[in-house]
């Protein structure tokens, strides 16, 4: 069988976007690149200087991994000299890049978590790169670069992750279904390795930080208690690795909920709707799963800030379904 590279498919999907030159797929393969050059370093995390924190903090009041910077640095870089994009917003920056070269004709803005579960590097667990891309609103210019990115997630026109695990495996859906790619370091590219992923209707496993469970919104404790008993006959385990990419690639593939409900330290959850949520909720309804952050449909949601945190539950239609019936109760 002959491999198929994901800039092979990214062409194929391209010819599903009338009258984009070539563009949207030259700023995919903008983000394959950085994604290739930030595994590299991670996989030799433990044997360069590069491990432990930076000397400065993010604006997430996190201890930022000089990998933070890092990826940060090759994904701006990357996309920086695509001329169709015109606006970034990252995990790791305040407030959005606006492309110097401001041109009229940039179409594109893209948003991205550069290492996201970046605490966990020193302890060789997975982290993972999100990204997320909107078409420019119509007369958006750059005086307000914040209006290319506070676009609800049903108009993201593609989302996806890569996720640095036993093997770097990039997800991602341009509204088309959602398919998988595994690199394969022999040859430095993506190649197809699951194709057209179907998220199971039910699963086995539900993931969440159990260690918050008094703090939970009285449903979502009741919900948990539920998955523990045994849902329909229907048993569970529990699995969670603190890093969300790993967390949802293991729901998209065999099932069931991933979940950062409110807690007394987080209101409003942890995870973030721009540049974690909302891809990974395209993907998911995508693979014919569903994400809501307790009350609406996360790709529903106006945002009002970059950096805007929401409740998010995650999985497939039989989980999900149940957690709203109880809701509604
Ligand atoms: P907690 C990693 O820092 C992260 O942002 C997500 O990747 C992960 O799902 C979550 O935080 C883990 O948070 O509170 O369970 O340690």
């Not at 069931?256 to 209101?267: A, C, D, E, I, L």
């Amino acid at each position: 069988m002959t491999a198929i590279t994901i800039q092979q498919h990214i062409l194929q999907e391209q010819q599903r976007f009338p009258g984009a030159s070539g563009e949207f797929s030259f700023l995919l393969s903008g983000i394959t690149l950085a994604t290739k050059m930030i595994q590299a370093k991670v996989r030799r995390a433990g044997l360069t200087d590069i491990l432990g924190d930076a000397d400065n903090e993010n604006i997430q009041g996190e201890m930022q991994q000089k990998l933070d910077i890092y990826s940060n640095e090759c994904l701006i870089q990357s996309l920086s000299s695509r001329p169709s994009v015109g606006i970034l917003a990252s995990e790791e920056d305040e407030q959005p890049l606006v492309m110097p070269h401001q041109s009229v004709t940039a179409k594109y803005a893209v948003v991205f978590d550069p290492l996201d579960g970046s605490s966990n590097i020193d302890v060789n667990v997975s982290v993972g790169t999100t990204f997320s891309i909107f078409r420019r609103p119509e007369g958006a210019d750059f005086e307000d670069p914040t209006r290319w990115v506070l676009q609800p997630g049903r108009r993201q026109i593609a989302a996806g992750y890569v996720v640095y695990g036993s093997s770097t495996v990039m997800v991602y859906t341009c509204g088309n279904g959602v398919h998988g790619f595994t690199l394969d370091p022999a040859v430095g590219a993506f190649v197809l390795s699951h194709e057209n992923i179907q998220m199971p209707e039910q699963g086995n496993y539900y993931s969440v930080n159990e260690a918050y469970m008094d703090d939970f919104p009285e449903h979502y404790g009741a919900f948990i208690a539920s998955l523990r008993q045994g849902l329909n006959g229907h048993s569970y385990s529990s699995r969670y690795i603190g890093s969300m990419v790993a967390d949802f690639h293991r729901t998209l593939l065999r099932g069931g909920v991933f979940m950062y409900p409110p807690t007394k330290t987080h209101q409003y959850g942890k995870l973030r709707l721009l540049y974690e949520a909302n891809p990974i909720a395209m993907i998911a309804e995508q693979a014919g799963g569903l994400a809501t952050d307790g009350t609406q449909r996360i790709l529903d949601i106006q945002p009002k800030g970059i950096h805007q945190r929401t409740p998010l539950l995650v999985g497939s239609q039989f989980e999900i379904n149940e957690f709203e019936k109880r809701l509604n109760q």
